[in-house]
């Protein structure tokens, strides 16, 4: 069964052809989730609300465009909503901050393993911020918006999330010695 049948069985219903979606898409689909949630166990929970947001909403899908598009943006906006209603964002004054300043990864011996546990574990606003504007993206005004802070305060999260990685990235390569706290 094609995607286009599968989607038009979803808009009847038909809980037979929600499963296989569900199937077809949600290992890739947690894999947005997870970027956006603080654990596993929320993004399994992002994932289960986002696919009923997406079957809630089916019938508003009319084919312009590709359908895993337009369902990961409903995956992301519903993990986005959970932290709008907890997460406070550190607003920054200074939007002179540099917005294309980017990590150097010369050493071959950095696994995307170990990436993506480092941008895991970034302080929520900052890898909220993070994967928006780098992995997926989108602009410092889109982000501004979709998280009702200020474009000065997506650059500086942005600025210091880079920071961070960077600081890690040297400790892991051996470029940097970790301070003692």
Known sequence: MGLEQL???CKKNDTK???QLYKLFAAKFFGVCLKY???YAEAEDNLQDGFLIVFNK???FNFKGSFEGWAKRIMINNALQRYRSGVRFLEIVNEDVADEETLELDDENISLDF?????????????????LYVLDDYSHKEIAEMLDITTGTTKS??????QILK????IHTGKKVPSAK
């Open 7 to 9: 989607i038009a069985d």
């Open 17 to 19: 052809a929600q499963e």
């Open 37 to 39: 949630s603080g654990n």
């Open 58 to 60: 089916i019938d508003q």
């Open 115 to 131: 990436l993506m546990g480092i941008i895991q574990e970034l302080p929520e606003r900052y890898r909220l911020v993070f994967n």
């Open 157 to 162: 999260n942005l600025a210091r999330a880079r």
């Open 167 to 170: 600081e890690k990235i040297d």
